[in-house]
């Protein structure tokens, strides 16, 4: 049975982030006023090669490589009906065997249609597709057809040739991406080759908005509510993607302003503790939190750290640490007495060894190649009221 389609109107939305957008960062942007949330890219051969887990002990759904045990996913029932998963794919049929192993657990998949990255790039993935729409259409018409999940689909602006604008190219692929069905189109109105750091195109948003008749998220410079605000009174769009933005400080989505970056920080430690997420990437996106202009002698201090003890003397979470670590220890226990009752005559993990798993335990949710330590972001510019 299908599940409900998600309505991606007036919608307020943290975008798909490598290495940012993890579970932590999704619950905490929830929990700040986003209406929906978007995992990491996740590339459809990783995605086939891992085994769901229902994870007892931390309460969450897992899905593992299992070449190399480490985490691909980690999800919170809590978010489960507004999470939606972005997927990195070149190719229909593993488009749509990728999307079938997490399509039980989450509410839309989304077609990365836009990471300008070489990796994406040599693999006919992202911003590859802009280049074959053809194939970027076979995708979302796959993916229409076999997964009884909303599907969407985020580009980049079309860059003019000698005989049609950008608007014009940009518009006819829009409408081409409607023709398959989908539920909403993003569009980061960046160019692929553009950097962050070059301004958006908001001017082109309001006719690309007119083109077709589903709705239209804008990603791109949107730094605070009264950018939404203004996009919103300028143009027929009314949903927003947030990127660098949450980075910095996820409290943006309150529509009570700002909350304090060390509060956000501590929260954020909070569930990445209890959640028991990899380290190196919880480090990585407070990092981004606390830039050098904040203070530079406490982010070197951050960026020394290499675990959570001494990351939570840092941010006066010792106490907190502790006592995660006693809860989950004690919940082992229940779980292997309750196995041990169950299945008398099975070898089961004694309470007193709490290094033998009962689960598997993830090293990364990113593989080797996240980033450990992040350059310092453009607070100033992004992050005001």
């Known amino acids: ?150 599907i969407t689909c985020k580009i980049r602006l079309l860059p003019a040739t000698e005989t049609e604008t950008v608007i014009e190219r940009t518009a006819a692929l829009m409408r081409r991406i409607e023709t398959t069905g989908v539920s909403a189109i993003g569009v980061h109105c960046r160019f692929q080759n553009d950097r962050p750091s070059d301004p958006a195109h908001w001017d082109k948003l309001i006719p690309l908005a007119r083109a077709v008749k589903i709705p239209v998220i804008a990603n791109g410079d949107v730094f605070a509510l009264d950018d939404a605000r203004k996009l919103t009174e300028m143009s027929e769009i009314n949903s927003f993607m947030l990127a660098r933005a949450p980075q910095y400080n996820v409290s943006v989505f309150r529509r009570e302003g700002l909350l304090p970056v060390l509060h956000v920080m501590q929260e954020y430690s909070r569930l990445a503790i209890t959640y028991d997420m990899p380290f190196h990437n919880a480090k990585y996106c407070l990092l981004l939190m606390w830039p050098s202009s904040l203070g530079k002698e406490f982010r070197d201090s951050l960026s020394r750290t290499k675990s959570w003890d001494v990351m939570c003397q840092h941010l006066d979470l010792v106490d907190f640490y502790k006592e995660a670590l006693a809860a ?33 335990q993830p090293q990364s949710e990113l593989g080797p190649d996240c980033p450990y330590i992040p350059d310092a972001p453009d607070y100033e510019t992004v992050m005001r009221s």
């Open 1 to 150: 049975m299908a599940k409900p389609t998600l309505d991606y109107r007036h919608k307020l939305i943290l975008a798909p982030m490598v290495r940012v957008g993890t579970m932590p960062m999704r619950m905490l942007a929830l929990k700040y006023g986003a209406d929906l949330v978007y995992s990491p890219e996740t590339v459809d051969k990783r995605l086939l090669k891992s085994k769901r887990v229902v994870n007892d002990v931390l309460g969450t759904i897992d899905y593992i490589e299992q070449t190399s045990n480490s985490l691909t996913l980690r999800m919170h029932p809590s978010e489960l009906n507004r999470l939606v998963v972005q997927l990195g794919t070149g190719d229909p049929d593993l488009a749509v065997e990728a999307a079938r192993v997490v399509a039980g657990d989450v509410a839309a998949i989304d077609l990365n249609c836009g990471c300008p990255k070489r990796f994406s790039l040599v693999s006919s993935m992202g911003a590859a597709l802009l280049s074959d729409p053809d194939r970027l259409i076979a995708i979302l018409t796959a993916l229409k057809r076999e997964i009884p999940l909303p």
């Open 328 to 360: 989950r220890q004690a919940r082992i226990a229940t779980l292997a007495a309750a196995t041990a009752t169950a299945s008398p005559n099975v070898l089961t993990p004694s309470p007193a060894q709490p290094e033998i798993p009962l689960t598997p």
